[in-house]
Structure formats: structure tokens, C-alpha cells
Nanobody, 114 residues
Framework: VQLQASGGGSVQAGGSLSLSCRTS????????VSWHRQAPGKERELVAQ???????SYQDSVMGRFSISRDYARNTVRLQMSSLKPEDTGVYYC?????????WGRGTLVTVSS
């Protein structure tokens, strides 16, 4: 299993960014994928998750601002982030599980300036 994350960058508050996580070695139709983030000095936290059949769930703080989706043809999970706030700053990681093992993509930095 491999997770290849891309996207991120720097943006001013109120702006938008999109992250992508390309998966390989997983059955996209049955495997949930999630995005987590870790802000400086804080623990990693779950931001959004999408099931194999496309059901999405979100952390309360990003509800209505972030949208997670799957592109089955490209084995990609996207996280569209809008109305970004400085507190959204952090390293974002995509995550999945398989055969009882957790897999993490390389983190991608999102910086939101006020």
C-alpha cells in the first residue's frame, strides 16, 4: 500500500487549497481514506474521512468549509479546503488501513496567514 499526497502551500485567510492523495495497493471501493493534520506543538487530529462507498465525515471545525471526495478512476482522494483560517495551518497527512496495518502518506504543509 502506498499513499502519495500532493497539494498544499501557503494562502491567506479566506483562501482555498486542494490536497490530493493517490492510493495504490488498496481496493478503493471498500477502503476508507482519511486526512489528518498536525499543527505545530499539537497532536495529530482527524480532519475528514471518506468510506469506500463515498460517505464523508468531518471534524466539527472544518464542517462546511472542507470537502472530501474520491475519484475511483484515478484512485485519488481529494480534500478541497475553502474559507481557510490560520488555525488550519499544519502538516496534512492522508491515511488508510489494510490488513490491520496503518498507512500514512508523506505530509504536505498547509500554511494560512492572517
Amino acid at each position: 500500500v502506498q499513499l502519495q499526497a500532493s497539494g498544499g502551500g501557503s494562502v491567506q485567510a479566506g483562501g482555498s487549497l486542494s490536497l490530493s492523495c493517490r492510493t495504490s495497493g488498496v481496493n478503493s471501493r471498500i477502503t476508507p481514506v482519511s486526512w489528518h493534520r498536525q499543527a505545530p506543538g499539537k497532536e495529530r487530529e482527524l480532519v475528514a474521512q471518506i468510506t469506500g462507498d463515498g460517505m464523508a465525515s468531518y471534524q466539527d471545525s472544518v464542517m462546511g468549509r472542507f470537502s472530501i471526495s474520491r475519484d475511483y478512476a484515478r484512485n485519488t482522494v481529494r480534500l478541497q479546503m475553502s474559507s481557510l483560517k490560520p488555525e488550519d495551518t499544519g502538516v496534512y497527512y492522508c491515511h488508510t488501513t489494510g490488513a490491520g496495518t496503518e498507512f500514512w502518506g508523506r505530509g504536505t504543509l498547509v500554511t494560512v496567514s492572517s
